[in-house]
């Protein structure tokens, strides 16, 4: 599991930081440069989901991972002229989805996306909510019609799931396929 080229991968205050954390490790041990960004309310809740030492072990600048500012609106992926054209965001709030299907940017997160959507990139969308109001179906609709991927944290269970990485692994394997990057992470279906 491979890829060349940088990958955007933001956090947002969801529940769900597990997911983030292992797509994050799967693709630096495959060679893929992350450029990381995590909200405020992202990085409390990592540290209510996997602890007090999770910020610094697994979402701080290291080998092929970048951490970026999300107050920094001048950061290169804030340019259409970035190299950055694929961006996950891993969990998604309903807040994040909102603000950028308004084209709202006022933050590197949302403006990130709203480059790679305007540059007719790969922004994928991992939302963590449940149930979905009508607003939230609405929203997600309005990006899926500007291209977006919405790809609900919604883990199957054919693969007979053991373990809470199990059920990480599955959806973190549907974003690298979105993604155009093989893995062999989970089981596949053979019917």
């Known amino acids: 599991m491979s890829t060349t080229d940088p990958i955007i991968v933001a956090v947002t205050g969801a529940s769900g930081s597990i997911y983030a954390k292992r797509l994050i490790e799967v693709l630096r041990a495959g060679g893929t440069h992350v450029n990381l960004i995590i909200s405020d309310a992202a990085k409390q809740v990592i540290v209510h989901?996997?602890?007090?030492?999770?910020?610094?072990e697994h979402f701080s600048n290291g080998e092929?991972?970048?951490?970026?500012?999300?107050?920094?609106?001048?950061?290169?992926?804030?340019?259409?002229?970035s190299a950055e054209k694929k961006m996950v965001v891993i969990p998604t709030s309903m807040g994040t989805?909102?603000?950028?299907?308004?084209?709202?940017?006022?933050?590197?997160?949302e403006r990130a996306a709203d480059v790679v959507i305007k540059e007719r990139g790969h922004l994928v969308l991992?939302?963590?909510?449940?149930?979905f109001s009508s607003i939230h179906l609405e929203n997600m609709l309005k990006l899926s019609h500007a291209g977006v991927t919405i790809l609900p944290a919604a883990p199957a269970f054919y693969q007979k799931p053991q373990t809470i990485d199990d059920l990480a692994y599955f959806i973190v394997t549907k974003t690298l396929d979105l993604l155009g990057i093989k893995?062999?992470?989970i089981k596949r279906w053979q019917p």
Do not use: F, H, Q, W
């Open 126 to 131: 991992v939302p963590r909510e449940t149930p």
């Open 49 to 56: 989901e996997l602890g007090a030492d999770a910020l610094k």
């Open 64 to 81: 092929k991972l970048s951490v970026y500012d999300n107050g920094d609106i001048g950061a290169r992926m804030a340019s259409g002229t």
């Open 97 to 109: 989805i909102a603000r950028i299907a308004a084209g709202i940017s006022s933050c590197l997160i």
């Open 183 to 185: 893995s062999d992470l």
